[in-house]
């Protein structure tokens, strides 16, 4: 159940929307999405989608989408709590006016991400691309990313005359024993599984 936001709460908001003039970036990537609120104060908790957590704070600006609005924020304080991770947004200071912002992904531009190496990738490259087992049986196309914690997971999604009926698989992103092969190039990730799974 949503409850009614006071007056100022709203204000906070509003003015977060008519923050300067910024222009959304054309290659987006989302590094992250914020959590539940902690506290009363308008903090928030972090999920961030980077290899090490706290690098998320280095791609700035951060931009969110709410009611199909781009809108750029601006991250006024973060710290460890716990082992979570929790943000202060500038001009949100309590609870109704970060409440809004929960669940919010939060994007950067992609160009601001390192160059890697020959044989490395991000995530975002293997959206997209199609799985095929070992023997050749066409399972899906990867169609996003999952960290579960102990190993992250893809999530494909099965082609429309999938022999097994499945519409979508989740398949652990387990480095040779499961991922054989990866070519972004040609759109394409091997694994070895069964395609009944």
Partial sequence: MKKPLDKSSS?????MKRTPDFVVPAQKIVVGKMGSTYGVRGWLRLFSSTEIASNIFDYQPWFIQRAGQWQSIELERWKHHNHDLIIKI??????????????????VDSTQLPVLSTNDYYWKDLIGCQVITTNGYQLGKIIDMMETGSNDVMVVKADLKDAFGIKERLIPYLDKQVVKRVNVDD?????????NF
């Fill in 11 to 15: 204000a906070q908001v509003i003015m």
């Fill in 90 to 107: 500038k001009s949100v200071d309590d609870q109704g006016s970060a409440s809004q912002l929960t669940n919010c992904e939060i994007v």
């Fill in 187 to 195: 759109k394409r990730v091997e694994v070895d599984w069964e395609p």
